[in-house]
């Protein structure tokens, strides 16, 4: 065969190949197409044709993470659950729950189921774990379905009110505690009455409620729980009042009408000592029954000493009570454990004879040492300040006392100093506050026996600063 003959065969035979190949290729992108545009109406079909078969009924089943009252219930359905659960679960609510009893036998408390108002529901308890994160319409679906994939749900079938079982723990400590109650004072037209002490008594209601908890939530049911009670005793019983006789310090310190609020402080400061009772060995603090010193604790704004010089302050007046009081002790011979006098002499006592209150540093404080109650007693008349303290007498009949001062130095005030007040009309000269020397006393008591002086005792240095005249230069241009 010549070679012309040879290349037209193999030419025939590529171009029927390239042929085949576009025919194919045709008909992929054809089928492609077709598929393309007939997707949606075949898959359709399809599913409709997949909704259309019958389905086969199945029992709902417990997710594998389901508990029942901490037991397992995968797997199994409500039928079986409830079953089971029943079968394990004594939920008989007949009879006592409890028994309380105090551990000295005098109290006993019994409580039923019905009190605390404990309750089984293994149906109810089913039916929620059964349904629990199955169903997506559910608001609450997506939450119960992020708890099951978490870890376990237990569904518990008892319920108890809590409320209730306070309750009642709370009316048993009602009951039974008591406050311990000193011995006290009764006073009523003039005469004293003690009035008795009496045992206190408590118990830990919190341990209490605790241990009814416990029993409930683990189902102890008919256990006995015992509480103690305990006795507590007072601090002052009536021996504490044996050989109160009356009155045994007392002083009247005089003042002046005119100032109303001067006068409202006055009585205020005695109405928060009067009636008060100090106890044998206990220490009575004057700030801590006058402060805080504050409108609404009755003071009203009036002139006090304030940096050597007279100013209206809220409590002014008040010292008067205080220095009244000292006075009253001094005479009653109890021990005084702190004092300070004023830093200037004031119009209502001598020298020595004061006792200031300032913040919480500087107080007048005592301690009762005369092995009895002390009574205080303390008002104003038209024209002085009263305290009595009433109390047991421990020195002997026939004994008196006289206090004096005496003096011992004196301090020259500073230099003269002039101020410039633009409050002032210009050129004019105002004292503010005059020159007064600083002076030092001591105060003494001395002791009388039937008349006859026994001893003389020093009972306290008092130093009062000195203060320089001070004088205002008005600069106001009229």
Known sequence: ?????????????????????????????????????????????????????????????????????????????????????????????????????????????????????????????????????????????????????????????????????TSFVNAIASEINVEAKNAGFVRQNGTFTVTPSATGYAIDKDKLLADVISLIENREFGKEITFEIKVTEPKYTDKDFQGFSGIIGTYSSPYTGGDANRIQNLKNGCAKINGVVVYPGEVFSTNAHFNPCTEANGWASAGTIVNGKIEDSVGGGMCQVSSALYMALLNAEVEITERHNHSMKVGYADYGFDATLAGDYKDLKFRNDTGCAIYMEAYTTASHVVVNIYGKEVHPAGRTLKFSNKFIDSKEPPAPVEKYDAELPEGTRKIETTAMKGVTYELYKSIYENGVLKDTVKVNTSTYSPRGQVTLIGTKKG
């Open 1 to 165: 065969m010549s070679s012309n003959k040879k290349g037209s065969k193999r030419k025939k035979k590529k171009n029927n190949f390239l042929n085949t190949v576009i025919a194919l290729t045709v008909v992929f992108v054809l089928l492609l197409l077709a598929l393309y545009v007939f997707k949606r109406p075949i898959m359709s079909m399809y599913y409709q044709w997949k909704l259309d078969q019958p389905i086969e009924p199945t029992t709902p089943v417990m997710d594998k993470n389901i508990l029942i009252d901490g037991k397992e219930v995968g797997g199994m359905t409500a039928e079986k659950a409830l079953e089971y659960i029943d079968s394990e679960v004594d939920s008989n609510t007949e009879g006592n729950i409890v028994t309380i009893k105090s551990t000295d036998g005098s109290r006993t408390y019994q409580y039923t189921f019905q009190d605390f108002d404990v309750k089984f529901d293994i149906k109810g308890a089913v039916d929620k774990a059964i349904d629990f994160g199955k169903n997506p319409q559910k608001d609450s679906w997506w939450r119960e379905f992020k708890a099951l994939e978490g870890g376990k749900v237990d569904f518990a079938i008892m319920s108890w009110s809590k409320p209730k079982v």
